[in-house]
């Protein structure tokens, strides 16, 4: 099994060199690659470099609109939804921007035990989640892989009481070796993610100056051994924040080309979190490279236009207003209700940020997150049809790329937030729902699958749960 990589993904120099020579395009330049990037078969590292030259009001604006219209075409109305479940924030790495980091001697470390695992797990699924994102720190003696594995097995039997179960399972651990990805592939998870924070080796070293974390080119490469090893879905991204975020924005399409080009796959998801406050982390309290929210807008956009069928994710690191407007952007998958310390879903809500990973923005519970998703149009959607009938990997890409994949989303996207409306919602929300399901019903395509989603819908309101295209 390959563990060392003799390939460079990621070249610095050209970077560099395709920054400069794109500064300041003209406006010819900024519109033929709009008009490239409506054909949505995506842009090349030079078109990409010029986007993030734009700096003029109305080529923003025009930015803005060609991410919504593209998302649209792609996505449909439909946002999905998760909760991220931290199990232990013990960690043996010293990331400075990090409330976890092992030099923060004001935290306490807890890894949850399996009853608490359930517990917690029965929270998220009480506020109508069925996706969770697992994750923790790195540290092998309190949470090591054996203890992982168990967790998963926990978090997919756990039963709320309305008999519902998490149905898929997105981890987010630190990376691992080939023998690893051979043990975890024949574990039920959905997307393997990593971040690898920045991509500027020289601000990586800096950042990272203790443990296993320290070495960029293990973390970088372990896309390609989760892919050679029996992972079909990664999710890749980069801590906004740490380094030039032009840089960061042209690495991470490079890595993705790099994916793409070798397993004939690119990422599956790709997330864009911004440094919050965190207690005890230099980096997060003095922010390197702050990043504005009006540059925030612009790599959402940029980032839908260049890997257009890439699902790309945003947390609750950010504020409510600011999320719905990179709803339209192109955010695919949003995460509601969240809490970053272990065991925080059954604790009363503590505004402040002294035992989580980093501060959250938007502390809205998520029953209040879907209301105001309804009401801006888009369609809460807790749909884990794809993962759980196989569409994955390539596979997945092959119905996406051209089109195909929301003749599935929609549908799944109704059927699932009907069954949120028949056991979780509150009356305000039955209603807005119920207007929306109605509404959005006449906008699937095809009258078989319109037929089919009728008749599950009906059936729903009867009781039944968990009826997938
Ligand atoms: N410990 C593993 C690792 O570092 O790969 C698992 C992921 S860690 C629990 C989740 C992610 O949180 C990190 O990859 C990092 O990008 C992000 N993070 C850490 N500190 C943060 C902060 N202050 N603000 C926002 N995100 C932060
Ligand atoms: Fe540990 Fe991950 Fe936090 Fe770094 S980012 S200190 S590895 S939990």
Known sequence: MQEKLNVEIINENKIYELLSKSAQPSKEQINEIITKALEMQGLNLLDVSVLLNIERKEDLELLYQTARTIKDTIYGKRLVLFAPLYISNYCSNNCLYCGFRIDNKEIDR?????????????????????????????????????????????????????????????IEIQPLSSEEFQILKDI?????TVFQETYHRATYKTMHPKGPKSNYDWRLQVMDRALSNG????????????????????AMIMHAEHLDKEYGCGPHTISVPRIKPASNAPASLNIPHNVSDEDFKKIVSILRIAVPYTGMILSTREPAWLRSELFNMGISQISAGSRTNPGGYKQ????????????????????????????????????????????????????????????????????????????????QTKLLGKELIQKELNEIPSDKIREKTIEYLQKISQGQHDLYF
């Open 231 to 250: 992972m079909h879905d990664v999710g890749i991204g980069t801590l906004f924040g740490l380094y030039d975020y032009k840089f960061e924005v042209l």
């Open 188 to 192: 039920k998870i959905g997307t393997y």
């Open 348 to 427: 009363a809500f503590n505004d402040d940020y002294d035992d989580s990973q980093f501060s959250l923005n938007d502390c809205r519970s998520s029953g209040e997150v879907i209301q105001s998703v309804i009401k801006q149009g888009f369609i809460p959607s807790f749909c884990t049809a794809c993962y759980r009938l196989g569409r994955v990997g390539q596979d997945f890409m092959d119905l996406a790329k051209p089109g195909l994949i929301k003749l599935f989303c929609l549908p799944n996207a109704l059927t699932t937030l009907k069954e949120y409306i028949v056991d979780y919602a509150d009356e």
């Open 110 to 170: 807890i890894t949850l035990t399996l009853p608490r695992i359930k517990e917690e797990t029965e929270a998220i699924l009480e506020q109508g989640h069925k996706r969770v994102l697992m994750l923790m720190g790195e540290e092998h003696k309190n949470c090591d892989l054996d203890y992982f594995y168990k967790a998963i097995d926990t978090v997919y039997s756990a039963k709320d009481s309305k008999g519902s179960q998490i149905r898929r399972i997105n």
